[in-house]
Each structure stands twice: as C-alpha cells, then as structure tokens.
C-alpha cells in the first residue's frame, strides 16, 4: 500500500474515534434535559453505544472482505456524517412534540429507563454503527499479510482508541461545556464529512457536503433548548441543564429533566408547602440561639429566603457547586439581595477546605435531579467532617427523599448520622417521601417548637410537634462509608420496587 494512503488510514481511524466520543459525550448532555442525567440514562447511553460498535465492528468486517475498497469505507462514513448533521433538529423536534407521558405514564422512572433507551436508540446507534465498520474495514485495507496482519490490527486500534481519549478530554472539558452539546454533534459531523471527501481523492466535490453541518448550526444557533411557554430562562451549564418556569407567578428552579424542583419563588408567599418550610424553622428546636449557618445546596435561595425572612438576624453562608445555578437564581430569585454570603463549591470540599470557620447549624439539602443525593454526602467521613464545623450544641438538619423510614437508603444515612452523632430525629412530611433528619450530640428539647408565636408557622409546628422523633436504632451494619456508598443503586432500587408493587 502507499505509504500516503496508509497514514491518512492512521489520520482516518484517529478522527473516527474522536467522533464516537464526542457523539456520546454529547449524548448525555442532549439527552439531560428530557430523561436527566442518571445512570439509567448513562447505562442506555454506554450500552447503545457499545451494542451498536459491536455490530458494526461484525458488518464492517463482513463488508470489507466482500468490498475490499477505500471508496466503498469513505461513503459509508459520509452516510454517517450526514445522519449526524441531522440529529440536533430532529432530536429536539421530536423529544419537544411527542408527549412521552402518553406513552410512559407520569411514572418517572419508566419515562427515564424508556425514553433515553428509544432516544439512543433511534439518534445514536445508526452513525455509531456505521462507525463500527472503521477499524475492521482499515485492518483490511492495510495488511498486506497475515505476518503483519497483529502489528496493523494493534497500531490501527491505538489510534482508533487515542482519537477516543482526545474526543472524551475534548468533549467533556471543552468543547460541550464551552461550546455546547448540538455544537459537539455538529463537530462531530464535519470531521466526519472532511475525512471522507479528503479519502476520496477523485471526488473532491464532496468536501461541499461539509458545508451541511456549518449551515445547520447556523440554522439553530440560538434556538431555545427546549421549547415550553412557561421556560423563561435556561443555561446549558458546565454541571447540567438549568431551566426557570414560572406558572402563575410563581417561579420554579429545575435541572435536567425538570421533573424535580429545586427551588420556588413566590414574591407574595414566603410560605411553599414544601419540605423548605419544614426545615427553615429547625432552628427553633436547637438547644442555643442560632447565630449563623451552613446551607449545602443552596440552589436558587429557597431555603435561605425562609431563613432570612423568620431568622433576620442569623448569618448565613450557601454552598451551591453550579455557578449556573447562582447566575439563574440572581436573576430570576433575587438571591443577590438576600442576606447570605454564597460560595460556589462542592459541599464536602468546602467542609473540608473552606474557610475555618464554625456554625450553628449545618443544612444539607444536595441534590443532583430529583431523586439522588450525592453519594459523598452521605457518608460516615462526610458527617465526621460536617461535626468539626459545628459550634458546641451544634445541629444538622438534611432533606432526605425516600419512601419509607425503614428503606435501605434511609438506614444508611441513618446510621452514618449516628456513627457521628448521639441524637438523631426524622420525620417524614405529608408527601410520604420528603423527610426532616436532625442530628445533634446533645440531646434536643422538641418541645421548644410549642413556643412559637407566628400563626403563619402554626400548622407547620403542630406537624412537629406530632411527628418528629428520635431514632432508636444505631443502624450500625447499614452504615455508609468512603468505600462503600451505593447511593444511586439503593435509590433506584427503592424506586423500582415501588413501581413493581403498584
């Protein structure tokens, strides 16, 4: 073979895994806004891919050996290259039409699992396996021999697989989070488009098809992620899919697939029926006068507004790790005018590494989606550093979704509260899955709520007062640790068990 040929056969198979890569990375962060972005929808992501690679590595063995032309490969990528141009529009015109709640039912977990199967399915899987057909085809083209046919094979593989690390580093620190997920897409497709045509030396002609991916972006350039009259705001940001809805006057902070609610705006009601009020009044319970506290998860300041408004003399920091999220809560939650100092940073590492700083109270209220506590805020670790930065008589207050006290997920954060601290109290508000956890090492006097003198509060303390209590069992082989933290697994496992028992 000329030696030209085969270095651009090298050039060929790097830009082709550069390409699967950018493709699945992107993938993700399309897909976040609809399905979210857990690891269901990781798993559909990996195994699609992976399913479609295996495929076309068969195929594209098979079709090399019966059409054993450099043309015949430049073509097929082509196809490939043109599918991939068309997947942003159709992805969000399809994804923005259909009512997935008709086909799934309103059952989350179902919409999730489901729907980013069929979407990876149907926008991911062709190109990838077309893809597939790279590396054999190239092994074919390029060993003359079988004596050096295991040199060709592993020289072509490191090369595919080296175009793969620099799409997974470019992709994921690059180019989705600086540039944009359909910006990723439509790269993809150009390199492909201009690899070909290059490949195919006398059809130079072709190199025009590149323009198709150009032309596109610019046709959706600016367009809404999602389309929704009730989307006043939305960021594709550096950590996930941020949008602000407001119905009613009221507005709502989701990210992701918006199915969850991180935050609510309401500039008449400071009340919201939600766990927030429950926890905003916490330090009525507390043993000593709360003079300053810890928010870890601040999101758009729901909490901390509550704080401020029952507590306006208490001193209050707020963690929140997407500056996203601060920017969308600035402008649409009044958060720049509330009394808090925030910090963007994840959770742990500012207990860890942060400021020196002691308090009061420590909220934790993290969440990524609707449904997943960050793992490393669960841990025994994490509590042990959490009580380094409490005040003596210090309190914990955290908001933990699950369905039942006795729920695998709730024993472990349980027990690693109690590896930590003497007392430990839950309750678990009227929705049957949001649930008040406090710990102390100091005993508290639950019957303080009592004195609360705020007829607005009146309901929420009656509720304290019936059914916030102590926890009597240490949980102790439940315990999550460091090492051992399988968070996403028991909440998906709790979640599914509920949905087969329907």
Request: charged share 15%.
């Amino acid at each position: 073979m000329d030696k030209k040929i085969k270095y651009f056969i090298y050039l060929f198979v790097f830009v082709c895994g550069v390409a699967v890569m950018f493709l699945e990375m992107a993938a993700a962060r399309m897909m976040a806004p609809y399905f979210g972005s857990s690891i269901f929808v990781w798993g559909n992501i990996i195994g699609i891919v992976l399913i479609a690679l295996s495929a076309g590595y068969y195929f594209g063995g098979r079709i090399a050996d019966k059409y054993p032309q450099k043309k015949t490969l430049m073509f097929f990528v082509i196809c490939a290259g043109i599918y991939t141009s068309f997947i942003p529009i159709v992805f969000k015109f399809i994804n923005d039409s259909l009512n997935f709640t008709h086909y799934f039912g309103s059952d989350f977990l179902l919409l999730v699992i489901l729907g980013s199967f069929l979407s990876s399915l149907l926008f991911f899987a062709v190109p990838i396996f077309i893809l597939g057909f790279v590396s054999p085809y190239a092994i074919r083209l390029t060993a003359s021999d079988v004596i050096n046919a295991g040199k060709v094979a592993g020289s072509l593989y490191a090369f595919s697989t080296l175009g793969s690390i620099v799409g997974t580093f470019g992709a994921a620190f690059v180019i989705v989070p600086f540039w944009g997920s359909r910006e990723t897409v439509y790269l993809a497709s150009f390199l492909l488009l201009v690899i070909s045509a290059i490949g195919l030396i006398k059809k130079p002609y072709l190199l025009i098809l590149a323009l198709l991916p150009v032309a596109l972006y610019f046709l959706q350039a600016g367009a809404a992620i999602k389309d929704s009259e009730e989307i006043i705001y939305e960021d594709d940001s550096m950590y996930q899919y941020i949008q602000v809805k407001e119905r009613d006057g009221i507005k709502v902070l989701s990210v992701n697939e918006g199915m969850g609610t991180q935050s609510i705006y309401d500039s008449e009601n400071i009340l919201t029926n939600k766990y927030y009020d429950y926890l905003s009044i916490s330090p009525y319970i507390s043993n000593k006068v709360v003079k300053n506290g810890l928010i870890i998860g601040l999101a758009g300041g729901t909490l901390s507004r509550q704080i401020n408004h029952f507590f306006p003399g208490m001193e209050l920091t707020g963690i929140e790790i997407d500056p996203g999220v601060i920017k969308a809560a600035n402008e649409h939650f009044n958060l720049e005018s509330q009394n808090v100092k925030v910090i963007p940073a994840d959770g742990r590492m500012f207990v860890k590494y942060g400021d020196e700083k002691k308090y009061d109270i420590i909220f934790i209220d993290a969440y990524s989606q609707e449904l997943y506590i960050p793992w490393h805020l669960t841990t025994r670790e994490f509590f042990q550093e959490v009580s380094t930065r409490l005040n003596d008589e210090g309190m914990v207050v955290m908001n933990v979704v699950s369905n039942s006290q006795e729920s695998h997920l709730m024993k472990g954060i349980l027990g690693s509260l109690k590896a930590n601290y003497a007392h430990v109290y839950i309750m678990t508000l009227k929705n049957g899955t949001s649930n008040v956890v406090v710990a102390s090492a100091d005993s508290l006097d639950l019957d303080k709520i009592n004195e609360i003198n705020n007829p607005e509060l009146e309901k929420i303390a009656e509720y304290y007062n019936l059914h916030l209590e102590e926890v009597n069992n240490n949980y102790q082989d439940a315990v999550f640790t460091d090492n051992r933290a399988p968070v996403e697994l028991l909440s998906d496992k709790m979640w599914l068990k509920e949905i087969f028992t329907l």
